[in-house]
């Protein structure tokens, strides 16, 4: 099986869940011998997350190639430049053929992102197509309503089956307040697919009820977990042996909750003293959580890190008693597993697809503050419950492996296949 895959984002440069899982999705499939083209708007190197060395050329991938748009390797499979330019203008020449492509426009600088985000996203749709219509593949994934418009070029252009698979959703992230040039893109993508990959039920739901995608059509594969091997309980140690840690960890939004996050705070703070909350993250909600704390007189108990990665994410996991996920409408959360690969366990919002996954995990509506500051408090002054959900959590992650992921995937390009070949 051979998969042209394009994605908005992979590590080192990620912003949340969504580059998370593209990396180990890409790995398990790597594993597996499925070859893949990843094709992203800036290539993953440097530092040392990256996966890219100077030369271009993947590190720990054997059958997952990489291929960036806005830089000069893009341009690596043409002789120069112009013949790059003359190959896109030749494709897009084949617009008006019954194939439905899009419209191109040639021009200097074409590769280079500038302007606003919907700008970008055309312009990456522009250049994956060109990219598509010379590449040898089976099938189209393409991840999240970012890379959508790229997906539908690529497949058209390419004969090829499109998978699209929804990390999110436009209500997710707005509730009901959506940007409508954000959700037309999203229904296009998602009614141009041959098959949707949701990432949870709670998901696939929202994709037929709020987009009128047909029952049939979409398909649920769970995220996993990447393993950290490298981790035992005790590495980091405590500013304070005195305290326990409460620990959110995401984007500090609208969508991930944080609000009730402070207000559960407050009330577990009239119940036991020797806690401290910390919120690591960002978002643009962060001004008004860091008000809300100080209004509420907690300030002086609440520890904001900023946005995490590597090394720093182990520390704040290792010296958490509790990780607490108050998602209004999470379409997975792949955080809460990572607690529990630390043996942190976790108290997780019921609008939530992971969950559908976890038995171990203590679940809440997020509105409810009194019942989550309940709940923490419990975890807090009852160790044999805090062992327990941190241990028995803790199998229940290891058991969701992103080779299983991988291997759902297989089977929806299958499906999609058949599928197009009827159609």
């Not at 520390?315 to 958490?320: D, E, S």
């Not at 062992?387 to 499906?415: I, P, Q």
């Given at each position: ?8 984002e ?82 897009a ?5 019954g ?25 990456y749709a ?26 539908v ?12 698979q ?81 620990l959110f ?31 690591a ?48 409408s ?11 690969n630390?043996?942190?366990?976790v ?15 203590l ?8 019942e ?23 199998y ?28």
């Amino acid at each position: 099986m051979k998969v042209f895959m394009v994605g908005w984002e992979f590590p080192p440069f990620i912003s949340g869940g969504l580059g998370t899982a593209c990396y180990g999705l890409a790995k398990a499939m790597d594993r597996m011998g499925m070859e893949v083209l990843f094709v992203l708007p800036k290539m993953p190197g440097g530092g040392s997350a990256g996966v890219m060395n100077p030369s271009g050329q993947a590190v720990g991938f054997k059958n997952v190639a990489f291929r960036s748009v806005s830089s000069p390797l893009s341009l690596s499979v043409y002789s120069t430049p112009a013949e790059y330019k003359r190959r896109l203008a030749q494709f897009a020449g084949q617009c008006g053929s019954g194939k439905g492509c899009i419209q191109f426009e040639i021009a200097e600088g074409a590769m280079q992102y500038s302007g606003s985000l919907y700008e970008e996203v055309h312009r990456y749709a522009q250049a994956v197509a060109g990219i598509a219509a010379v590449e040898d593949f089976d099938v189209v994934h393409a991840h999240d309503w970012m890379t959508y418009p790229a997906g539908v070029a690529a497949a058209r252009l390419s004969g090829r089956p499109l998978v699209v698979q929804v990390h999110s959703t436009e209500f997710d992230r707005s509730g009901e307040h959506v940007n409508q040039m954000i959700y037309d893109i999203e229904r296009m993508g998602m009614h141009a697919a041959d098959k949707v990959i949701a990432v949870s039920n709670f998901t696939r739901n929202i994709i037929i009820n709020r987009y009128g995608v047909e029952p049939e059509k979409v398909e649920v594969v769970y995220n996993g977990v990447t393993q950290n091997e490298s981790y035992t309980p005790g590495d980091y140690e405590r500013i304070d042996e005195g305290e326990r840690i409460v620990l959110f960890l995401g984007r500090v939004t609208m969508q991930k909750g944080p609000d009730y996050f402070i207000g559960a705070a407050k009330k577990v703070l009239e119940v036991i003293d020797n806690v401290r909350f910390v919120v690591a993250g960002d978002g643009d909600m962060r001004s008004s959580i860091v008000e809300m704390a100080a209004g509420a007189g907690i300030g002086h108990k609440v520890t904001f890190t900023g946005f995490l990665r590597g090394r720093d994410v182990d520390r704040v996991y290792g010296m958490a008693d509790l990780y607490v996920m108050p998602s209004v409408s999470e379409p997975f959360g792949i955080a809460p597993l990572e607690a529990l690969n630390h043996n942190v366990p976790v108290l997780i919002s019921k609008q939530s697809g992971v969950a559908e996954v976890l038995r171990n995990a203590l679940k809440v509506d997020f509105w409810d503050v009194n019942e989550i500051a309940n709940k923490i408090v419990a975890v807090l002054k009852y160790r044999p419950l805090r062992n327990t959900l941190g241990t028995e959590g803790g199998y229940e992650a290891k058991r969701l492996k992103w080779e299983d992921s991988a291997k759902r995937c297989l089977e929806v390009y299958n499906k999609a296949m058949a599928r197009a070949a009827v159609a």
